[in-house]
Structure formats: structure tokens, C-alpha cells
């Protein structure tokens, strides 16, 4: 059963497109045209398209290295370059495997992937969303469920997405391979609708942007300068067994081991490397599209007749003031891969700049992440499937509450914001393509 690349980067920039749509609820809350004006005024949209352009502004990989050849270093794949299954693949050569590829995208499929640690924790289910303070627009909910339970979590679709077809019909004692099978078809679905095309590419398209942005001004941390430290371009991390115990021994795994994990991997956005050649941290770059759909009322929609072409509008973003808590388990993913102790989290934006956040390894913390993704992937292994809220309600919920409080705590109080770039570096060229904000 095998997740195609379009659904995995949909889930993950799911956060943008609720942060947006709670942001829009508020500038329609009111029928007063003059306050409408300040509120528009006041988060600077302006145009209005059906065709935004997701490249605008845009850099390219290629331009990156040109503007920093001697600080930017893209992915040499020479090792692999010949090998196209992962079957013949080592693992512990994963990381040469470029992004976006179908190897990567196959690499993937059998892992929970970092991006993907915060929802299978549940941290997207109703009751804990409401317990981290999240707008419930964050609420991650599986509207497809073909077995008729709408109480089962997108947390065990996730997990069931590990096993193949004949293991779940083993594991859920099904005999009627066609319902599961049709269930499947929802996992696998491609049909991503244009909203979440739209914000999903618009990020992709614009991480060379937020590299080049950062290498601009590469002095947030006092032991990193241009001279000494370099920016390099990363595939996918297998966790391996090899690489897992290069951070954690024996004697740290007290509750679960290695083996009772799910597969897990990473891949993150660049890794800074010293002269020594020596990876010190990763980076995870957030771009937030400035493009929202248009708000529409019921009597609008009514009027269009059908007419499914969405509205968009362009909405100047300022970058995040503080690491979103749901990042947190992703980039503690990372530096676990990596073997790193530093992540640096980047929100970038086209027009407001850039804020970089430095996130330590807790390796405490760490532990207890891992406590609960073995507990969600055994329960599921055991042939149960997770319900919506299973982590805050079962019997360990002061656990996991006070694993809540520990993931809130850090991200306030040990993540701090050590440098913003007032200036983003974006395309200033004359191709209509990266020029104009519509296409229509």
C-alpha cells in the first residue's frame, strides 16, 4: 500500500492552509465596508486572480549556486547514479538520493516520515488541538473512512499505511478484500484539490529562495560565518539501526527498541557543514504562500451556478514569531537522523523577510517522542485501530499530557529566535513566468 508523493506533501502543508483560513474567518467576521478596507489595508492584500502564480519570485536551485558557489553546494549523487529500485539501494547511502524523485518518493513509502511525527502523535486530534491552544481549522480528520468508522484517527491511517494489503487483512480480520481495497484507494488518492496544489507548490517552489535568504546574512549564530560554514543540499534519511544507536544506547531505550519502531527517515531541507566537511545542523525551511483564497458567503456561492473555479487573493505574510509546536517532533527527527544537535527553523516570506530559529537536541525528549510513536505503531500491530483522541484519553493520558506540556515548553522558552533578514532575496528579473503575481 503505497503513499504517492502529492498526498505526503499535501498533509504537510496543511498547517498553512489552516493558519490562512482562520486568518480569513477573521477578516469576514464583520459587514462594516470601511473596517473591511482597514483590515485589507492592514495585511496588505491586494489583485485578485484565478491562476495565482506559485512561482513568483521564485529562485531556482541552479541561480542559487551561482549567487553562492563557494557556500551552496547541491546533492552529488555519483555514488548512486546508476541505481533506480530501492531494492539495490543501501540505506546508509539513502541521503544521496535527490528530492522530488521517484527513488525518494519510493524510499518513503514504508516510513513514517519526520514531517509526519506530529500527526501520527495525534497532535491534530480534536481534543488535543483544543489542549495545545491550535485553531481547530488544525483538526486533521479522515472524511474518507470507507470501513464506516468516522471515530478512527488519521493517526492509524498513517500507521495502516505501513502494512501491506494481506498484512491488514490479517490484522483486522477482514474478508472482504474489495472494501479494503477500495479504502486503499483513499490513501493512494491523487485528486489533490487546487487550494492545496497551490499552497503546496508555492512552498516548494520558493526553499532555494529561503537558502539564498539566509546565506545573505549567515551570521545568526556566532560560531557560523561565510568563510567557515556551508549550506548543503540533502535527500532522505533512513533511520537505520546503525544510525539510531549513534545517538541512543542501550541504556537510554528503557520502555521499547529499535526493533518495535515503525520505519522512520527524514529529509531535511539543507544541512550546514564546517570546514571539516561535518554536518553541526540541519535546516527546516517554512514558505508561506501569499496567496488565500477569496472568501466567499453562502448567497455567493449560490449565484456562481456551479462555477468551481476557486478566487484567490494575495496577502503580504510576515514570517512565524515563534516555532509552531506541531514542527517540534519533525525537526527532533531530523537531528536523530543526522546525528545532530541543532536545527535551525527558517519561516521565510516573499516581501516581510525571514525569522531563523535555533532548535537544541533534547534527547529526554527525544525518548519520549519515540515512547509514543511505538506505542500508536504496536497498537496498531496488535491489530487495533487508533481512535480519534486515543493518546489524551487512553490510560496513560497524564503522560501524554505532560509530553504536550514538554513539546509547548520548548518551543516557548528554548527555541530561540536568533536572527531575522528584513530583506528576502527573490527574483527581480522580467520572465513573466516569476513576474506577474496572476497568470489570468
Known amino acids: 500500500m503505497s503513499k504517492q508523493l502529492d498526498n505526503q506533501q499535501h498533509l504537510e502543508k496543511e498547517d498553512d492552509i489552516s493558519e490562512l483560513n482562520e486568518m480569513l474567518s477573521k477578516l ?84 513514517i516520515t519526520a514531517s509526519k511525527f506530529s500527526t501520527v502523535l495525534g497532535f491534530f486530534d480534536t481534543l488535543v488541538v483544543k489542549y495545545l491552544g491550535l485553531s481547530k481549522t488544525f483538526i486533521k480528520k479522515n472524511k474518507n473512512n470507507i470501513l464506516n468508522n468516522d471515530n478512527i484517527s488519521i493517526s492509524s491511517i498513517e500507521y495502516e499505511n505501513l502494512f501491506t494489503v494481506p498484512e491488514l487483512l490479517d490484522l483486522f480480520n477482514l474478508d472482504d478484500e474489495s472494501i479494503l ?19 503546496m507548490d508555492f512552498g516548494s517552489n520558493h526553499e532555494a529562495n529561503g ?19 556551508t549550506i548543503h543540499e540533502t535527500g532522505f534519511y533512513c533511520i537505520t539501526k546503525n544510525r539510531f544507536e549513534k545517538v541512543f544506547n542501550k541504556d537510554d531505550l528503557k520502555e521499547f527498541t529499535f526493533e518495535e519502531l515503525p520505519l522512520l527517515g527524514a529529509s531535511p531541507d539543507g544541512l ?12 527546516e525551511m517554512k514558505c508561506p504562500t501569499c496567496f488565500v483564497p ?16 476557486t478566487e484567490w487573493m494575495y496577502m503580504k505574510r510576515k514570517p512565524h514569531e515563534n516555532v509552531p509546536v506541531y514542527y517540534l517532533p519533525q525537526m527532533i527527527g531530523q537531528m536523530i537522523a543526522t546525528n545532530t544537535t541543532e536545527c535551525y527553523y527558517c519561516s521565510w516570506t516573499c516581501t516581510l523577510g525571514c525569522n531563523v530559529f535555533k532548535v537544541s537536541f533534547n534527547k529526554e525528549y527525544a525518548i519520549e517522542m519515540l515512547y509514543w510513536l511505538t506505542k500508536g505503531y504496536q497498537h496498531v ?8 483522541n486515543y493518546f489524551i484519553l487512553n490510560e496513560e493520558s497524564d503522560r501524554y499530557k505532560k509530553f504536550l506540556d514538554w513539546s509547548v515548553d520548548i518551543v516557548k522558552n ?27
Not at 465596508?33 to 502564480?53: A, I, L, R, S, V
Not at 545573505?216 to 560565518?225: K, L
Not at 528554548?414 to 489570468?440: A, M, T, W
Open 414 to 440: 528554548q527555541c530561540p529566535l536568533v536572527k531575522h533578514i528584513e530583506k528576502s532575496i527573490v527574483y527581480n528579473g522580467k520572465e513573466k513566468e516569476r513576474k506577474d503575481l496572476f497568470l489570468d
Open 181 to 199: 481495497l477500495q479504502y486503499l484507494s483513499f490513501v493512494k488518492n491523487d485528486n489533490i484539490d487546487t487550494t492545496a496544489r497551490v499552497f
Open 381 to 388: 500491530r496488535n491489530g487495533n485501530r487508533i481512535i480519534e
Open 272 to 283: 550546514i557543514k564546517n570546514d571539516k566537511d561535518e554536518i553541526v545542523a540541519c535546516i
Open 211 to 229: 537558502i539564498a535568504t539566509i546565506l545573505s546574512d549567515f551570521d545568526f549564530c556566532n560560531e557560523y560565518n561565510n568563510n567557515n560554514y
Open 294 to 309: 477569496k472568501y466567499k458567503k453562502k448567497e455567493e456561492e449560490q449565484l456562481n451556478n456551479g462555477d468551481n473555479k
Open 28 to 111: 469576514n467576521v464583520t459587514d462594516n465596508k470601511d473596517e473591511k478596507q482597514k483590515t485589507k489595508k492592514k495585511y496588505g492584500m491586494k489583485f485578485n486572480g484565478t491562476q495565482p502564480n506559485i512561482k513568483w519570485k521564485s529562485i531556482t536551485l541552479e541561480e542559487l549556486q551561482l549567487m553562492f558557489p563557494k557556500h551552496y553546494f547541491p546533492l552529488n549523487s555519483t555514488l548512486i547514479e546508476n541505481i533506480n529500485d530501492e531494492e539495490e539501494l543501501n540505506e546508509e547511502y539513502s541521503q544521496l538520493v535527490p528530492q522530488r524523485t521517484n527513488l525518494w518518493n519510493k524510499l518513503r513509502e514504508k516510513r
